[in-house]
């Protein structure tokens, strides 16, 4: 069976301070992945998806990146992080044809001080 | 369609009563729907999907209906429980591959 892996699933970071949160798929092949954010009581935000390696799609401008090195590995980033950009961080995977539920990991829980 | 900046509806129901948690939707291309369940602290949980060419779905206590003309999906959650307690989403796409768009969510709260 298929399972998503997030970690870490709390940080705590400074303002100022680079990010890398990671996410990794297992028991399928060429998925399509996601990563979202998520403010305390609010709605899900699509960030960036995925079809490929190497295949990044950017939905909001913003000072965080993502990179896909290997097939089932998703990688969110920041140089420099913000205080707006605390929340809660969501990985998911989807198969990768039409008409594909979406399935989420644990999380993040990120607070930037 | 997606709502981010706003606060989530609250819809508080008795245990035992039947729950019906509404959402429309925008895109009238939109084909596929999906509902999840969000408990605090985790990652959103498939519960049921629907693909346009239905109006209604089953599963293990919970229904979801599709009218397409009024561009509105509801779940309905048979004799809620305590662990029913939760935000539930919609979300919807439409064919090609692309990302589902959810809809601003519910809080549902099941009163003992």
């Known amino acids: 069976s298929q399972t998503i892996h997030q970690w870490p699933a709390t940080l705590v970071q400074p303002v100022g301070s680079p990010l890398s949160l990671e996410c990794t798929v297992e028991g399928t092949s060429n998925p399509n992945l996601y990563w979202y954010r998520q403010a305390a009581g609010r709605g899900l935000q699509l960030l960036f998806y995925?079809?490929?390696?190497?295949?990044i799609s950017s939905e909001v401008p913003q000072n965080l990146s993502a990179s896909r090195p290997q097939d089932r590995q998703f990688i969110l980033s920041s140089k420099k992080l913000l205080l707006s950009d605390s929340g809660f961080y969501l990985c998911?995977?989807?198969?990768?044809?039409?008409?594909?539920?979406?399935?989420f990991g644990d999380g993040t829980r990120l607070s930037i001080l | 369609g997606e709502s981010v900046g706003l606060h989530l509806p609250t819809l508080s129901v008795q245990e035992g009563d039947n729950s019906i948690i509404n959402c429309a939707y925008s895109?009238?291309?939109?084909?596929?729907f999906i509902w999840y369940k969000q408990e605090s602290g985790k990652g959103p949980q498939f519960i049921i999907d629907?693909?346009?060419?239905?109006d209604k779905r089953q599963g293990q206590r919970v229904t979801v209906l599709l009218n397409k003309t009024v561009k509105h999906l509801s779940l309905q959650i048979a004799a809620t429980q305590p662990g029913d307690s939760a935000v539930y989403f919609c979300?919807?796409?439409?064919?090609?591959?692309?990302?589902?768009?959810f809809g601003k969510g519910t809080r549902l709260s099941v009163i003992a």
């Open positions: 895109n009238s291309a939109s084909d596929y």
């Open positions: 998911a995977w989807s198969g990768g044809t039409d008409n594909q539920p979406q399935h």
């Open positions: 629907i693909r346009s060419n239905m």
């Open positions: 995925s079809v490929g390696i190497g295949q």
């Open positions: 979300a919807e796409t439409y064919s090609g591959n692309t990302p589902l768009v």
